[in-house]
C-alpha cells in the first residue's frame, strides 16, 4: 500500500483558511481563491485533494459548494480524486457531490448519528467512495464541529462503521489539529491495527520526520494542512520523503 501525502483545502466564508483545532475566528492562514490553491497542490504533485466545507461542518450549511463543484471540474481531467467533507447531512447532501464526481464523501456528524446512512451510500455508490471521519478528543468521539463529546472511542466506532460498509475512516487527533506540535502516532496505529478498512490520519503534522512516524502506524495517507500553508516543508518534500522513507 502506497502512504499518500494529501493536501487540505478548507473553506470559510469562500475562502482557503486553516484554523487551530477547528475553533472559528482562530484562522493561521487565509487565501482569497480556493480554486487556484487546490490547482496549485496539483501541479506540485498531488494525486487526492482533502476538501472540507467549514461552513457546513460549523453551521450545517455547505455555503462551499459552488467552490467545490469548480475544483471537482478543474481536477477530474488530471485524474487528480477529490474527498469533501463538511456539512454532508443526509443522502442527497451526499449523493449530489458523488454524482458530481467527488471521489470519496467524508462523513462524520451525520454517520454517528444517522449510521444507516453509511449502508445506504455504500450500497448505492459503492463502500470505496463513502469514509467516515472519526474525530477523537482526550480518546472520545468528537461531533458537530467538535463541540461535542460522545462516549465512544475511535477503535469502537471504527469497527462498527467497517461492519456498516465505509469503505475507509479518516482519523483525526484534535489533540494535536493544528498547533504544530507534532504527532501523537498511537491513537492511529491502534485504530489501523483494530480495522481492516485503509485509514488516513489528520492533525498536528509539523514536520516530514511526522509523516515518516505515521507512515510506520499502518495508515494509508496522512491530510497536512497547517504545515504545508505556514511553509514548515513543501509537498514537494513530503513525496520525496515518503518515497524513499
Not at 461552513?55 to 459552488?66: T, Y
Not at 471521489?103 to 459503492?126: H, M
Not at 469514509?131 to 462498527?160: F, H, Y
Request: aromatic residues 4%.
Amino acid at each position: 500500500m502506497v502512504f499518500e501525502v494529501i493536501p487540505a483545502v478548507d473553506m470559510r466564508g469562500g475562502k482557503c483558511v486553516q484554523l487551530v483545532q477547528g475553533v472559528p475566528g482562530s484562522e493561521i492562514v487565509s487565501l482569497d481563491d480556493p480554486v487556484e490553491v487546490a490547482l496549485d497542490w496539483v501541479r506540485k504533485g498531488a494525486k487526492t485533494l482533502h476538501l472540507v466545507d467549514l461552513d457546513g461542518a460549523i453551521e450545517g450549511e455547505r455555503k462551499n459548494s459552488p467552490i467545490i463543484e469548480k475544483i471537482v471540474s478543474a481536477c477530474r481531467e488530471k485524474g487528480v480524486r477529490i474527498q469533501v467533507g463538511g456539512g454532508i447531512r443526509s443522502f442527497e447532501d451526499a449523493a449530489s457531490l458523488l454524482e458530481l464526481g467527488v471521489s470519496r464523501v467524508i462523513l462524520g456528524t451525520a454517520a454517528l448519528q444517522n449510521p444507516e446512512l453509511v449502508k445506504q451510500l455504500s450500497s448505492a455508490f459503492g463502500n470505496e467512495r463513502v469514509t467516515v471521519a472519526l474525530d477523537a478528543k482526550n480518546g472520545k468521539i468528537s461531533i458537530k464541529g467538535w463541540t461535542e463529546e460522545c462516549a465512544q472511542t475511535p477503535v469502537e466506532m471504527g469497527r462498527k462503521f467497517e461492519k456498516l460498509g465505509s469503505g475507509s475512516l479518516l482519523f483525526t487527533n484534535i489533540d494535536t489539529e493544528g498547533l504544530m506540535q507534532g504527532v501523537n502516532p498511537v491513537p492511529t496505529k491502534e485504530l489501523v491495527e483494530s480495522v481492516s478498512v485503509p485509514v488516513i490520519a489528520s492533525g498536528g503534522v509539523s514536520s516530514l520526520q511526522d509523516l515518516q512516524v505515521l507512515k510506520k502506524t499502518g495508515a494509508a495517507g496522512v491530510v497536512v494542512g497547517s504545515a504545508l500553508y505556514t511553509g514548515r516543508f513543501t509537498l514537494e518534500e513530503a513525496i520525496e520523503t515518503i518515497l524513499h522513507d
